[in-house]
């Protein structure tokens, strides 16, 4: 494993453990950071990166709190501790994973709903801001100041720092499922790219299968499995030889793993038995009913529209508004998708990559292709990652431009 790589993995121990002494996650991703620099400017070689950070963020963090002139307050309370970062870390715990831990930490009640989330995906999975911002459609800043505001409000309210018992599980499981899920949506797109953040798509699906064994009886979090296996089980199908990304609908379905497919078909089958459907169980089927296609050779995009309709009941989001049009438009025409597109606030979606690149799918199926290049090019304007950028020029070139 590289030095990077390690430097990565260790992030979310060294972190949880330094905001656990400090209470104080702006001080402790601080310290990390800056022991990093230290960590990449010196020559040796470093058996045990994560408890080499550890060490030099407690000095780092002693260092800032010095120069704050809060030596004295901290010093005493916080960082007379000598323990080494192995007895803090292992202590005993019903969540045997550090960054699940740490999600569980963040998604305290205290903290308003909405920021649980963005703050777990920017603390634990070092999801860029921008990124997180992009899931939420936000600009960064609105997003910054929201992390930033649940930072203060962990540190003036004196939010306790530390692992919730079982008993406080199910008031955050739902926001832990959906940092897993958006942390998922963020690595999955980036992993086209083969880009640093891809590796967290890995780390997801071992946090999910984790989670689902620890709730066995908790419908969406075994569905929240499922549905990772099943995005998961294409990664080899999804960029061409060329570097384009490669649609869902149009990929060699030899390269799915089938074996993971399998095995998310199992989690849905416990998650049915257990009578609770919701949001995730709902993506998982849509996923499930695309995995089909390996046995059928067709999609069958009527039972996906319907498997929409429902989702949309229980997540009236643009994103499952935008999916839900573009399944429309390939069950019955391309006008029919553009109606229920047009059923979306556009004015609030202008700039936003998959409803530009929907749009341009229904209009050029609608026959409207002038119309449709114009959305590719607004796609282009969106920034996509090069993967989509790729695809999107191919789709630009077969209309003709």
């Known amino acids: 494993m590289s030095l990077g790589h390690e430097i990565a993995a260790a992030r979310p121990r060294v972190i949880a453990a330094l905001a656990a002494q400090l209470r104080d996650l702006d001080l402790a991703e601080e310290a990390h950071d800056a022991a990093v620099e230290a960590l990449l400017a010196q020559a ?23 120069k704050r002139k809060a030596e004295q307050r901290w010093s005493s309370e916080a960082m007379a501790g000598t323990e080494p970062m192995a007895e803090i870390i292992e202590l005993p715990d019903p969540i045997p994973d550090e960054r699940l831990r740490l999600i569980f930490i963040c998604c305290h009640p205290a903290i308003a709903p909405e920021a649980r989330v963005a703050l777990a995906l920017r603390i634990v999975c070092g999801v860029s801001v921008e990124a997180i911002a992009g899931a939420f459609l936000l600009n960064p800043a609105a997003m910054y100041q929201r992390i930033t505001r649940s930072k203060a409000k962990i540190r003036l309210a004196g939010v306790p720092f530390e692992t919730p018992g079982r008993r406080e599980w199910p008031e955050r499981v739902e926001a832990v499922l959906a940092t897993l899920e958006i942390a998922y949506a963020v690595a999955y797109r980036e992993a086209a790219d083969q880009s640093d953040l891809a590796e967290l798509r890995e780390e997801v699906v071992r946090l999910s299968a984790l ?13 929240m499995h499922a ?5 998961s089980s294409r990664s080899r199908a999804r960029v061409d030889a060329g570097g384009a ?12 793993d089938h074996e993971a497919i399998s095995r998310a ?17 709902l993506l998982a089927a849509i996923h499930l009913v695309h995995a089909k296609r390996s046995r059928t050779g067709e999609t069958d995009w009527e039972t996906i529209v319907r498997l929409y309709d429902r989702l949309a009941l229980l997540r009236p989001t643009a994103v499952v508004g935008i999916n839900r049009a573009v399944a429309i438009g390939r069950w019955r025409s391309g006008e029919e998708g553009l109606a229920a597109l047009a059923e979306l606030d556009a004015g609030k979606l202008e700039g936003f990559l998959p409803f530009h690149v929907a749009r341009a799918d229904l209009l050029a199926r609608a026959g409207q292709l002038s119309n449709a290049k114009d959305e590719y090019r607004s796609a282009l304007a969106a920034g996509p990652g090069g ?10 070139a077969a209309l003709g431009d």
């Open 245 to 256: 990304m490669v649609p869902l609908s149009q990929q060699d379905t030899d390269l799915w």
């Open 211 to 223: 989670l689902a064994e620890l709730l066995p009886a908790e419908a969406e979090a075994l569905g």
């Open 227 to 231: 549905l990772v296996l099943l995005a």
């Open 44 to 66: 040796g070689e470093v058996r045990d990166v994560a408890a080499w950070l550890y060490v030099a963020a407690r000095r780092k963090a002693l260092d800032l709190l010095r």
């Open 387 to 396: 993967a989509e950028r790729r695809w999107i020029a191919q789709q630009l």
């Open 265 to 281: 078909r199992i989690q849905l089958d416990r998650a049915a038995e257990l009578g609770a459907p919701g949001p995730v169980q």
